[in-house]
T-cell receptor, first 110, second 113 residues
Framework: DAEITQSPRHKITETGRQVTLACHQTWNHNNMFWYRQDLGHGLRLIHYSYGVHDTNKGEVSDGYSVSRSNTEDLPLTLESAASSQTSVYFC?????????FGPGTRLTVL | QQQVKQSPQSLIVQKGGISIINCAYENTAFDYFPWYQQFPGKGPALLIAIRPDVSEKKEGRFTISFNKSAKQFSLHIMDSQPGDSATYFCAASKTGTASKLTFGTGTRLQVTL
């Protein structure tokens, strides 16, 4: 069965460190998205991609970057982690309107 | 600027009751309105969706009501069950944006026995 996976599921890091969260989908979807989920804010879009080598900024992109070298993967990098980036991160993919979400990564920045 | 406003933030309903969650949007270009359901420790999953050419869509115990003139839509859960306890997100998108969704802030629903 097709799926979308995220790794790691939990990560604790220190302020200033670079962190990369992985997202892998086997749906062969062109569209991929990264969100962060925080209480009171819902799901906020960080970056998204409509295909290989395409990346776009979402509403909360500062401090984050993505690259899309193949259809299956969209890694999210925190260049210099900050405490404000402590959150739960979700990756999603879609072909048309329905988005399929991964299980999430809980990131704590100390 | 929050383009999709959702209320209430939390909701407690007795088993068998009706749960109602409301959303309002600002962008009149939005033409697709889904609801996502999220259980603790899981990612959100599509529950039901509607387009503005209809005023209501029903799937089992779940119904979306849509009011285009008021720019509002709501989710009704009939005969609410403890298994419906989850967080619900409304969202909106517009054609041509390759499914880029704008989400509401979520409603945490608890269905008690």
């Amino acid at each position: 069965d097709a799926e979308i996976t995220q790794s790691p599921r939990h990560k604790i890091t220190e302020t200033g460190r670079q962190v990369t969260l992985a997202c892998h989908q086997t749906w062969n979807h062109n569209n991929m998205f990264w969100y962060r989920q925080d209480l009171g804010h819902g799901l906020r879009l960080i970056h998204y991609s409509y295909g290989v080598h395409d990346t776009n900024k979402g509403e909360v992109s500062d401090g984050y970057s993505v690259s899309r070298s193949n259809t299956e993967d969209l890694p999210l990098t925190l260049e210099s982690a900050a405490s404000s980036q402590t959150s739960v991160y979700f990756c999603a993919s879609s072909e048309k309107h329905e988005q399929f979400f991964g299980p999430g990564t809980r990131l704590t920045v100390l | 600027q929050q383009q999709v406003k959702q209320s209430p933030q939390s909701l407690i309903v007795q088993k068998g009751g009706i749960s109602i969650i409301n959303c309002a949007y600002e962008n009149t270009a939005f033409d697709y309105f889904p609801w996502y359901q999220q259980f603790p420790g899981k990612g959100p999953a599509l529950l039901i969706a509607i387009r503005p050419d209809v005023s209501e869509k029903k799937e089992g115990r779940f119904t979306i009501s849509f009011n285009k003139s008021a720019k509002q839509f709501s989710l009704h859960i009939m005969d609410s069950q403890p298994g419906d306890s989850a967080t619900y997100f409304c969202a909106a998108s517009k054609t041509g944006t390759a499914s880029k969704l704008t989400f509401g802030t979520g409603t945490r629903l608890q269905v008690t026995l």
